[in-house]
């Protein structure tokens, strides 16, 4: 993943950073008038065929990530986090590579159903399930309910029936600070999600489980945060969840045969950035279980990870046309054609992404410039002070690497713009798998008067 030479010798140093492509698709390759190539289909050609904004997403790049983690962690279900981004070949190359998935509305589990994906191999999450959200999960016959509140015992069990069975498990909020940013720090109390183990939620959610026969309590889950490129925060909360698993076993006597560890794991969006270290997660959250089941006296549960943004992520480029360059003051405005009703996370998160022009080559020293989209308001930023070619003007291409994940999911409607179009690379080879959203669509959802 990611190995590519950067020939910093023959450039200048400002060209070298702007040169590297160490975050970009596995498959990405340098043609000449600086155009890019990703998946063997150059960027700019797809501009052209497809039209801006366009996300490219790079097939290979998603099916290597997806095996890199079969192969790292053998013994553990991967399941595949569909809120980072889903489409029904989203759902078809997870299938295909083995890995189960997590969804979190009907919306998600509908779609994957309907795409072919075995409901078994499914889990719900959701910190607030709806009627709806339910009844599809046990319409569909979903794998695993993820328990989030109480309150959803007495629903889970009343709509299972006397005679039916669901398999559950509980979520628990180990008491862990880790995440990117503070709105995607999930375990510690004093968030929305789980139950707590510090005020006893937890310990009291699992003893109402137990005593539903309809309910089959499979194991716990916890996911303690996005974005983590740490793997010390991933220990401690596993040797708590362990703990857990032996007190359960200690008070009633059920040794619980799954934990599920969620998610969050990092990667960078730009050269240099950290990313969490998969094979070392992997090797040493495998020690950790063993050695503390060994030390509690507990078989060892099955492990499951939930990774969205590190099979996504970086197999996605965002692609814009510059529509228009103003200088002012200090400050050079490189304004594209998309911005944040795509991309809501520089607004969001403070996230920092590394754009680049393609499609043609530059002579122009580099200059600081921020680029910013075409919605209505000054926050509407999509890199700040990044550098670009000096020259810089409307009708470049610009294409912005690791945009696979939680940028389209969270695409709005925002000033009418539509949501761009995703476009699937692959040996060559470029097709539509979503279709950019036009103004048919929103005059078709807008039914009165
Ligand atoms: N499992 C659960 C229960 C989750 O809530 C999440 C993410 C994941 C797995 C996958 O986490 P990942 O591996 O993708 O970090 N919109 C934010 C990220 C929100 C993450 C929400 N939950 C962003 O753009 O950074």
Request: aromatic fraction near 4%.
């Amino acid at each position: 993943m990611g190995d590519h030479t950067v020939t910093t010798a023959v450039l200048s140093e400002g060209h070298a950073r702007t040169d590297d492509l160490s975050i970009w698709p596995a498959s990405t390759t340098r043609l000449t008038h600086g155009e890019l190539a990703v998946g063997r289909v150059p960027l700019a050609e797809i501009a052209d065929r497809f039209g801006t904004p366009a996300y490219v997403l790079d097939e290979g790049e998603v099916r290597e990530r997806c095996r890199t983690y079969r192969d790292a962690f053998p013994e553990a279900d991967v399941l595949y986090a569909a809120k980072a981004f889903l489409s029904r070949a989203m759902v078809r190359w997870v299938r295909e590579e083995g890995l189960g998935l997590d969804v979190c509305s009907a919306g998600e589990l509908e779609l994957a159903v309907t795409a072919g994906f075995p409901p078994e191999r499914i889990v719900l999450h959701g910190n607030a399930k709806s009627p709806r959200d339910l009844e599809a999960a046990l319409r569909l016959g979903v794998g695993r309910i993820v328990i989030d509140s109480p309150s959803e015992i007495a629903r889970i069990a009343a709509a299972v029936g006397a005679e039916g069975s669901q398999k559950v498990m509980v979520r628990v909020v180990p008491g862990v600070s880790a995440g990117g940013h503070d709105k995607i720090r999930t375990g510690t109390d004093d968030q929305k999600f789980g139950l707590s183990l510090t005020d006893g939620g937890a310990q009291h959610t699992i003893t109402r489980v137990l005593g539903q026969p309809q309910l089959e309590l499979t194991g716990l889950h916890c996911h303690i945060g996005s974005q983590i490129t740490d793997v010390k925060p991933y220990l401690v909360a596993l040797r708590r969840m362990v703990g857990l698993m032996s007190r359960v076993r200690d008070a009633h006597g059920v040794v619980l045969a799954e934990l599920d560890m969620g998610g969050g794991h990092g990667i960078a969006y730009r050269p240099g950035e950290p990313a969490l270290d998969l094979a070392a997660l992997a090797r040493r959250m495998r020690a950790e279980l063993v050695e503390g089941c060994a030390a509690a006296g507990l078989a060892v549960p099955r492990l499951a990870v939930e990774p969205g943004r590190a099979i996504v992520g970086p197999a996605g480029v965002a692609l814009y046309r510059v529509l228009t360059v103003k200088h002012t003051g200090e400050k050079v405005f490189v304004a594209v054609d998309g911005g944040m009703s795509d991309n809501p996370r520089p607004a969001l998160y403070g996230v920092r992404y590394a754009p680049r022009l393609v499609g043609r080559t530059s002579t122009a020293g580099p200059g600081t410039a921020t680029v910013v989209g075409r919605h209505c308001e000054a926050g509407d930023v999509l890199a700040s002070d990044v550098e670009l070619p000096g020259d810089i003007r409307p009708g470049d291409l610009l294409a912005v690497p690791v945009a696979g994940a939680y940028q389209l999911s969270m695409a709005s409607g925002y000033n009418l713009v539509g949501r761009p179009a995703v476009i699937a690379v692959h040996e060559g080879t470029a097709r539509t798998l979503v279709r950019r959203e036009t103004l048919e669509d929103f005059r078709n959802r807008d039914v009165g008067a």
